[in-house]
């Protein structure tokens, strides 16, 4: 069975930062794009950035262009979300996706597996 699991959740004060991991387990993501997204209760899932299978390709939302940077390392199998400068209205449960892109390196938030998530809380 494949799984992404996510991991580096937590509480942070406003302004703080973590980096989260999204980790492949029974498969290679040499040739998955990969999302990162974030559910908040009581509202929508939300895309929030994703990287092509090279890494050549990233794309943020408005809401968190400046402070998140993602990245990945195909030699670990992993990909990460660096989080810096935390609001509290990030607070959410965030979630890993992988779009399997074989021809096409790029990303677009599409979603073949899903991880089960990472809760962030960002309060002082």
């Known amino acids: 069975q494949l799984q992404l699991v996510e991991s580096g959740g937590g509480l942070v004060q406003p302004g703080g930062s973590l980096r989260l991991s999204c980790a492949a387990s029974r498969f290679t993501l040499d040739y998955y794009a990969i999302g990162w997204f974030r559910q908040a209760p009581g509202k929508e899932r939300e895309g929030v950035s994703c990287i092509s299978r090279s890494g050549g390709s990233t794309n943020y939302a408005d809401s968190v262009k400046g402070r998140f940077t993602i990245s990945r390392d195909n030699a670990k199998n992993t990909v990460y979300l660096q989080m810096n400068g935390l609001k509290p209205e990030d607070t959410a449960v965030y979630y890993c996706?992988?779009?399997?892109?074989?021809?096409?390196?790029?990303?677009?938030?599409?979603?073949?597996?899903w991880g089960k998530g990472t809760l962030v809380t960002v309060s002082s």
């Open positions: 996706a992988a779009k399997l892109r074989i021809v096409q390196d790029m990303c677009d938030y599409g979603s073949d597996y």
